[in-house]
């Protein structure tokens, strides 16, 4: 240190000396003196002299650049990956913005940001960050570069849970590309990292092992051969042979040992995966001790002297630091020491909320939060086996609150953050939303992809991207609060309400039911096991013929789903709220038989629909957190392409568009008139918005979508909105599905009017029939019209479909009555405000009777 202030020093008395040394060269020596002698302290000075450098020409720049880049390294090197990431960032911002040139920014800048983009689990940055320099490497014909982006977009495929895509890029790479033997090793080392995780063990060890022949003579390949040994280890520990797998960490030890380059980072990767090969065997005390070693390597304030577990505040966003608290937590398991384990998963969280913070990209939220489960999962299930021991209530209310964390965080996010969100950062975020929405419609051409196209969309999605980061670089990351239960249970009084809210884990299913100022726990079946019966349920639901075709297996089935979810009995609460998870969001609860019998006459049949007014929500969140209307007048957006003389016709939509307009006022877009633009420019006028159309759930590629007159719709365009309106009806086929996340919920056309600002929604599970659709839309807006809120009138809708003598006993098939589910308030601030009218009006008439009698008495006695 004391020869860093030294050089400093004679180079500034040269600089007083030489009054024409330029800002570059200073620059370059400044650079220069930091490199000859790197540490955390000297990061802090490079840092000052920084901010006092104003370059002006290109050359300055440049150099500015170069000395972000190697202190961005540096920091990487020192365990400060966020401000490594900061560093890098800048530096490729301003090679960007000052169109630079005779830098290699791939090798030195966007090659390793794009590795800590990964690490951090930001893995959209990545990936965009990976493609640019492909793309680069591309046009300029450079082999070497262009492997080394398909190697590191592997990576990413890998670690954010996209095998499938990593194993066809890899296995592509290696038929197609003229690679060396040293990078066939290396990407046969990738391909065989996949394989391992998806257990494919036999295809995981032949390319491994093909890949340590091919690496083992490339002395400069120490750290690939050791990774290749280390995935070796782990397969025959998989595999409960221990010799080998003992045998092949060793070899990977030896060859980490030969590498130059041992960052704190990937020396604690090495300690860690020793711990987990050490539990794995059942050697819980020496496991423990190398997690000492991470914690050691990681954390310079680290003390074990008492065996305690890192202070939180020294913590920060590190993937082996979450893998290692979390096999703490798993060896204070197997020592049964419980609430031990609670306090290291605790530590894991507050990890995983650090990762959050740095996160831009909605897809990547939703990873962390996928990630976030098992951990929740097995802390439930310790809080349940605690509060077995000691009945303490304490235990299932905190159950309870994990289990909400991991409920459409990323949404409730996002509708937190709207409200106190910037001008400039919500249009910055808009812009990106379109960059976005815009990279999907162009992949969504597949083989006629412009990727030309999509290379200048990702360039300015970066650019955006780090434009935010920057408007929101310092102010502190706002958190949801926990849900206050006693307000929960305040709530379900007033509303005469049970609510139930599930958790579908890895292993196992809880649900978690609040009524009468009580919070009950239940451990369901194993959840692989119980998932068979509910997807016979929801397989009913695929086809208008499958119920009718065989009454009894309907009726059997759905009642021992029902007996499966373990749902209240019908008693004084009248309402019933839903919080599903996982697969249960594809689930009509309604349809549910909640009594078996032989009847084959469906309005006869013993319904969850004849014991509860059934809604759902999101979350419990939502359930409290309920808006004021914005609009105490009903009218109606009425969205109605119908598509006449059209293979997407559709008929009934007509009659759907004359009941409406008969019930509401409103403006009705018909035809060519119901197009997005249209929508867009009115939607924000009216109370409900109503759109009787087609819609699609899309598939593991394609995204979920709505159709219009003029285009189809992808469930993200509709984020940008920006609407509040009382209700959202949704009309149309499938809205409600999408690809599911269990943490998130379905990525659907629903989920996009939620992003939008809707709190409450009607939509469908299933592709809904024209003819009964309309129907029940005419039950639905009677009721409205009658005083009855929306979650009422969605109940008594399905009612009078049952009922109605006029419909064939085939067409009162759940199938056709229960696909409309509503997400939502239970009773609507409208109703509250017309009562309030009226009795002011009542209070108002009798006064006006008692003045005008009061006036007559005194003429009369006068």
């Not at 257990?199 to 390319?207: L, M, P, T």
């Not at 690939?224 to 003992?246: G, H, K, M, P, T």
Request: charged share 25%.
């Amino acid at each position: 240190m004391k020869y860093y202030f030294l050089l400093l020093l004679i180079t500034q008395i040269a600089f007083s000396q030489n009054a024409k040394v330029t800002l570059e060269e200073k620059i370059y020596n400044t650079v220069d003196l930091f490199v000859a002698n790197p540490s955390v302290e000297s990061l802090k000075k490079l840092e000052i002299s920084e901010k006092s450098f104003k370059p002006i020409s290109k050359a300055e720049f440049l150099a500015l650049v170069i000395l972000d880049c190697n202190k961005a390294y540096y920091e990487n090197q020192f365990g400060l990956s966020n401000k490594a990431i900061s560093s890098y960032e800048k530096a490729w911002k301003l090679f960007q913005d000052q169109k630079l040139k005779n830098y290699d920014i791939t090798e030195y800048c966007l090659k390793p940001l794009g590795n800590l983009y990964t690490i951090i689990g930001d893995y959209d940055n990545a990936e965009n960050t990976i493609k640019q320099y492909f793309f680069i490497a591309t046009i300029e014909a450079n082999q070497q570069q262009k492997i080394a982006a398909i190697l590191n977009l592997s990576n990413v495929y890998q670690s954010s849970g996209k095998s499938d895509l990593a194993m066809n890029l890899l296995e592509r790479t290696i038929k197609t590309e003229k690679i060396s033997t040293t990078q066939k090793g290396i990407l046969l080392n990738n391909l065989g990292t996949n394989y391992l995780i998806t257990k494919s063990y036999v295809k995981a060890k032949k390319a491994l092992e093909t890949a340590t022949k091919l690496l083992e003579n490339d002395k400069s390949q120490s750290q690939n051969l050791s990774n290749a040994y280390r995935n070796l280890s782990q397969i025959y520990s998989q595999e409960l042979n221990f010799v080998l797998a003992n045998s092949y960490f060793e070899k990977a030890r030896d060859e980490f040992a030969k590498t130059k380059n041992k960052e704190p980072r990937k020396v604690a990767k090495l300690f860690y995966e020793k711990a987990l090969l050490l539990y794995e065997q059942g050697n819980y005390k020496l496991s423990n001790a190398f997690l000492v070693a991470v914690f050691e390597t990681l954390l310079p304030n680290y003390s074990n002297k008492k065996a305690d577990l890192p202070n939180q505040n020294s913590l920060y966003a590190e993937t082996v630091l979450l893998d290692a608290l979390d096999l703490q937590a798993e060896i204070s398991l197997k020592e049964n020491k419980p609430l031990k384990a609670l306090d290291a998963y605790t530590l894991s969280f507050y990890i995983e909320e650090l990762f959050q913070t740095l996160l831009v990209y909605e897809n990547s939220k939703i990873i962390i939060q996928i990630r976030n489960r098992t951990r929740t999962e097995k802390c439930i299930e310790i809080y349940n086996s605690l509060y077995k021991k000691e009945k303490k209530v304490s235990y299932l209310e905190r159950a309870f609150q994990l289990s909400e964390q991991t409920k459409s965080t990323v949404l409730k996010n996002y509708i937190f953050r709207s409200k106190t969100v910037s001008a400039s950062e919500k249009h910055i975020l808009q812009e990106l939303q379109n960059c976005n929405n815009s990279i999907i419609k162009e992949q969504q051409k597949l083989e006629l992809a412009d990727v030309s196209k999509i290379n200048t969309i990702i360039k300015k999605q970066n650019e955006l991207m780090l434009l935010l980061k920057s408007e929101s670089k310092n102010k502190s990351e706002n958190t949801i609060a926990k849900i206050d239960i006693s307000a929960v249970f305040s709530k379900l009084k007033k509303d005469k309400a049970i609510l139930v809210s599930y958790f579908s884990g890895a292993e196992n299913r809880y649900s978690f039911t609040l009524e009468n100022n009580q919070i009950q726990l239940q451990k369901l079946e194993n959840a692989n096991n119980s998932s068979s019966i509910i997807r016979k349920f929801i397989a009913f639901f695929t086809d208008a013929n499958r119920i009718t075709n065989d009454v009894n297996r309907y009726n059997t089935t759905g009642n021992l789903t029902y007996q499966y979810l373990k749902l209240p009995k019908k008693i004084k609460a009248k309402n019933l709220i839903i919080i599903p998870d996982g697969i249960l969001n594809f689930l009509p609860f309604e349809a549910l038989i909640t009594q078996k019998s032989n009847t084959s006459n469906f309005s006869k049949m013993h319904y969850l629909l004849n014991d509860f007014k059934v809604g759902y929500n999101n979350s419990v969140s939502f359930y409290l957190d309920e808006k004021p209307f914005q609009n105490h007048k009903e009218s109606v957006l009425g969205i109605f392409p119908v598509f006449e003389n059209s293979s997407l016709e559709l008929t009934f939509s007509k009659k759907e568009l004359e009941n409406l307009k008969a019930n509401f006022e409103g403006k009705y877009l018909e035809n060519n008139q119901a197009t997005f633009a249209n929508f867009k420019a009115n939607a924000s006028n009216f109370s409900i918005l109503h759109l009787s159309t087609h819609a699609s759930s899309g598939d593991i590629i394609e995204p979920a979508s709505i159709r219009f007159y003029d285009q189809e719709i992808v469930y993200s365009e509709l984020y940008n909105l920006n609407i509040k309106p009382n209700l959202v009806v949704l009309s149309a086929c499938e809205t409600g599905l999408g690809k599911l996340y269990k943490s998130e919920g379905t990525m659907s056309v629903a989920r996009g009017f939620q992003f939008a600002g809707a709190q409450n929604l009607l939509f469908s599970l299933w592709k809904v029939n024209d003819y009964t659709t309309s129907v029940f839309m005419d039950n639905f807006y009677k009721n409205i019209k009658k005083g009855n809120s929306y979650f009422e009138s969605n109940h008594e809708a399905k009612l009078d479909f049952i009922n109605d003598k006029t419909i064939p006993n085939t067409k009162k098939s759940p199938y056709y009555w229960s696909a409309m589910v509503y997400y939502g308030t239970l009773e609507n601030s409208v109703q509250k405000n017309y009562f309030t009218y009226i009795i002011l009006a009542i209070v108002g008439i009798v006064g006006l009777f008692l003045l005008l009698k009061t006036i007559k008495k005194w003429k009369i006695s006068k």
